[in-house]
């Protein structure tokens, strides 16, 4: 698919993190009233092979009539889906990769008319993807 090695490259790009430090894309659909209540992406206090979940990079793909926004909660800061926006948050400290970055709590508010759709790939400290084929990613732990 073009399209994706397109836009996982551009990440890569921008990040400077080789994709095999990537999770696969998930594609994300919310309709009328659906949401995702407030969660952090860490991967949590693990020692995996592949390390904690780093950065989460999130990309709207279409825009969203009314409601949708990725909010951060304990930022006050709230993002409105618009196509071809991408949106990256660090989901540890700069300084101590073991710890959660706290501020990046979020939540995908409801969607109130049209459809959401979006995309996004976390990324580890490490090498995710042969760690993955090997079992050894704890993705499923």
């Not at 706290?102 to 459809?115: D, L, M, Q």
């Amino acid at each position: 698919m073009p399209g994706v090695k397109r836009v996982s490259n551009r990440i890569e790009e921008i990040t400077g993190i080789p994709q095999g430090n990537y999770e696969s894309f998930q594609i994300l659909k919310y309709e009328v009233g659906e949401f995702y209540r407030r969660h952090h992406d860490s991967s949590g206090k693990n020692k995996n092979m592949s390390g904690h979940r780093i950065l989460t990079v999130f990309l709207y793909l279409n825009d969203v009539e009314e409601g949708g926004e990725t909010a951060f909660t304990d930022l006050g800061i709230s993002v409105k889906p618009k196509k071809g926006r991408a949106l990256i948050w660090p989901s540890v400290l700069n300084d101590d990769p073991d710890s959660w970055d706290s501020r990046t709590y979020h939540e995908a508010r409801a969607v109130v008319k049209g459809t959401k759709y979006a995309a996004n790939h976390w990324i580890h400290q490490y090498d995710f993807r042969n760690a993955n084929v090997w079992g050894c990613s704890g993705s499923f732990a």
